[in-house]
């Protein structure tokens, strides 16, 4: 691996790398009501300009850090801010941004292609990050890919920060991360790491010269299995990285998972910090196995960064305590950002105050941060109060009657092993077609259609309290007859009622189930400008009342051709929630299946013969190790085929999957048992059918054949190329036609045509 290439302009002589006592890994960007989301979209409108979109940026930030000085962190992280994607911000950061992209002038324009492509641009892929439902930008790195340093956006928030007096700590995501997720054609991964090393040492030289005393690099990929091999290239990375004298201490940071091996690989370097994460999967034991681990500071992530629950402070002060004699000293932080939780509980005054009291949020995590490490450098004594608090919430939740449900209990024991069976895949293709009588290359959409401003007034309207029900309900199934009659005219031949009445594909079915609960503001990013409440899983699940039967009925009454029942499954439920932590997750995704399987039953006996159940999370809770991995697909698999295995074999059972990389599960997507399945395929060029392939997939399949997640529409001829390519893998008889997600994101003009091209290709292609 090469040395530093190049000089800095300013060098410090002296650079203070003294411990910090209580910090967070990450920060939210969309801000608490979202308002970067509708600065970032007006200006995509072009209603704002640059200048506004980025004071509400340096707005959000400012009131962030206040916040966090405040609640007393004498460490705050600057440069997790984004306006869409920090995996894409490294892109830049680094000068491998796509080829593409380079003819476009202005910088924040160029960014902005990269993450959602233009009317001729295509955009990057988009997968999950590890197993969060948080979506990344995959860079793409090939043979002619180029690397250069472009620090200015980061350093410019490091000089922002430091002017307002605050202790910045930027964070970066380390190299051997930002290799690992990239998409590299015609190399492994970490064959280009020793181009970047100069470059990552120059950033910490400039860091340095600015005022950063401590430098945050993000490498959650270290708590993956990883070769022995690649566990050299952690130990040599980070020797060269703290090799020069010029620099800020450096803080790895790993997370939602156990480091491993790893973390004897980086405790073997200079690097001054690590931080691991305690919640999900990192123990005590772990550090105490590397004796060299007693010379860093220890950042010890004891308050869940990724769920809401109220952290038990006892047993995080416990662990605190005996981490001590492992470290050379110990900061008090998250596990992970909190990105992935909503900004605060204070929003939500409709939550039951049981329910309430068992929960935290960021600012109340935060506010944990600092209590522990009060009470672990001064003394309990000071934090008594706080310290009984949590003792009383947490002994409530264990004792509340609404946790266990022992009517739902005993249903699932009683079911048999024929409870997850249907009959032969064979059988059940000849009685659907015969019911169905669909053409060669039958067109769909995967479920819902633009949710347009009067869809989103009349929702508003509803919750003052300025329409009633019935008028509500009216609206929609106007809405509906609308879609149904859009589809019909653009010759789609199974249709969808378009989900106007769904505010979300989970949080929907979430307010409908009992054992959920659902927050006003709880916003979470997913990608970009997308964001999503999860509810919060609290107790056992089920299901009160039909859920979807009324709306899909009155969509099938319009129309001879089949509309397709839309329900989301368990695995999604789950992955788009905060679960509970009381009980396994694979017995809460038996409950929810048990839910979705009565809804399945209601939606046949109203005449509809085919039924859509989403798993797009399916690869996204896929355990990080594969060692864990196995338990998580049988239960996941079990869950699926529990919620579709009621119906008879006439009813066409169909499910979608988008946004993940596939190879990992693909025995798992057979095992669903589904008739078809519809699968991103866009963005990845029809890469996933190959895999499908290889392992025998033989049911339908819908290889998404344009991407929704980019304003553009695209042609007859691309849409027929994608075609041709998708029948190269998958014969005519088993090949869908469709967008490869839904289009609620998307505007009306837009949609209808991209679809009316899509339907021109099928036919053209037939």
């Not at 593409?100 to 999950?128: H, N, Q």
């Not at 769920?307 to 992970?336: F, M, P, Q």
């Amino acid at each position: 691996m090469a040395g530093r290439t190049s000089a800095l302009e300013n060098t410090v002589t002296a650079i203070s790398h003294n411990p910090f006592t209580a910090t967070v890994l990450g920060l939210p960007r969309v801000g608490p009501r979202r308002e970067l989301k509708r600065a970032t979209e007006s200006y995509w409108a072009g209603r704002i300009d640059a200048g506004r979109l980025h004071e509400t940026g340096r707005s959000l930030r400012r009131d962030q850090y206040a916040e966090l000085q405040a609640a007393g962190l004498d460490s705050i992280p600057v440069g997790t801010f984004s306006y869409y994607d920090q995996m894409l911000d490294t892109a830049a950061l680094l000068g491998a941004l796509p080829p593409r992209v380079a003819d476009i002038a202005d910088p924040l324009d160029r960014y902005f292609a990269a993450a959602r492509g233009t009317d001729s641009v295509e955009p990057l892929e988009m997968t999950k990050w590890f197993d969060t439902n948080y979506h990344y930008l995959v860079p793409e790195i090939d043979p002619q890919t180029s690397f250069a340093l472009h620090p200015g956006e980061l350093l410019a928030q490091l000089r922002e920060a430091l002017e307002l007096g605050v202790p910045a700590r930027p964070v970066v995501i380390g190299p051997i991360t930002f290799l690992k997720l990239s998409k590299s054609a015609g190399t492994a991964a970490l064959e280009r790491i020793g181009e970047l090393i100069p470059l990552y040492q120059d950033l910490l030289g400039l860091l340095a010269a600015a005022g950063a005393s401590w430098v945050q690099l993000d490498e959650p990929a270290l708590v993956t299995d990883l070769t022995t091999e690649e566990l050299a290239v952690v130990g040599q990375v980070y020797t060269e990285l703290t090799e020069p004298a010029d620099r800020p201490a450096v803080l790895v940071a790993t997370y939602f998972g156990s480091p491993g091996p790893a973390l004897g690989a980086l405790a073997g370097t200079d690097v001054e910090g690590l931080a691991i994460d305690l919640v999900a999967g990192g123990t005590v034991d772990d550090v105490a196995a590397v004796p060299a681990s007693a010379g860093k500071t220890l950042v010890a992530g004891v308050v869940d960064g990724r769920n809401v629950w109220r952290t038990d402070l006892d047993h995080a002060l416990s662990t605190l305590a005996t981490l001590l004699g492992s470290a050379k000293s110990v900061a008090v932080s998250t596990s992970c950002s909190l990105l992935h939780v909503p900004y605060t509980l204070a929003a939500e005054t409709h939550l039951d105050e049981a329910l309430r009291s068992w929960l935290a949020f960021g600012a109340e995590k935060v506010a944990e941060v600092r209590v522990l490490a009060e009470g672990l450098n001064t003394g309990t004594e000071a934090v008594a109060g706080e310290l009984a608090q949590a003792r009383a919430a947490i002994a409530n939740r264990r004792a509340d009657p609404r946790i266990a449900d022992s009517r739902v209990r005993a249903r699932l024991a009683a079911l048999g092993p024929d409870a997850t069976e249907r009959g032969p895949a064979a059988q059940r293709r000849t009685l659907q077609q015969d019911r169905l009588q669909l053409p060669p290359l039958p067109t769909t959409t995967i479920g819902s259609y633009p949710q347009t401003t009067a869809i989103r007034l009349a929702r508003a309207e509803l919750r003052k309290g300025e329409i009633d029900r019935a008028e509500y309900e009216r609206r929609m199934r106007a809405e509906i007859a609308e879609v149904i009659a859009l589809q019909e005219q653009l010759g789609l031949d199974v249709l969808v009622h378009g989900e106007p009445e769904r505010n979300d594909m989970v949080q929907y079915f979430a307010e409908r189930l009992d054992g959920f609960a659902a927050t006003e503001l709880g916003w979470v990013q997913s990608y970009g400008t997308r964001c999503v409440r999860p509810p919060i899983l609290f107790g056992d699940v089920s299901r009160p009342a039909p859920m979807t039967v009324d709306w899909i009925g009155y969509a099938q009454s319009l129309t001879g051709k089949p509309v397709k029942g839309m329900l989301t499954g368990p695995v999604t439920i789950l992955a788009w929630s905060f679960v509970r932590d009381d009980q396994p997750l694979g017995e809460s995704a038996r409950q929810v299946a048990l839910a979705i399987r009565d809804e399945t039953l209601d939606l046949q006996n109203a005449g509809i013969r085919i039924i859509q159940v989403d798993e797009p999370a399916l690869r996204e809770l896929l355990p990080l190790r594969t060692a864990d991995q196995q338990d998580y697909l049988e239960w996941s698999v079990g869950a699926f085929r529990l919620a579709t295995s009621g119906v008879a074999d006439s009813i066409q059972i169909h499910t979608h999957l988008c946004y993940s990389e596939f190879g990992e599960v693909i025995d798992a997507i057979a095992g669903l048992d589904a008739d078809v399945t519809s699968i991103e395929a866009a963005r990845s060029h029809m890469e996933v059918l190959d895999d499908l392939n290889a392992a025998g997939f033989a049911a339908g399949v819908g290889p998404g054949i344009y991407d929704i997640h980019s304003p553009r529409v695209p042609s007859t001829e691309e849409l027929t190329s994608a075609l041709q390519a998708a029948l190269k893998a998958v014969p005519a008889e088993r090949l869908w036609v469709n967008p490869d997600c839904g289009l609620k994101t998307r505007g009306t003009a837009e949609v209808e045509a991209s679809l009316r091209n899509m339907v021109a290709a099928a036919q053209r292609v037939r």
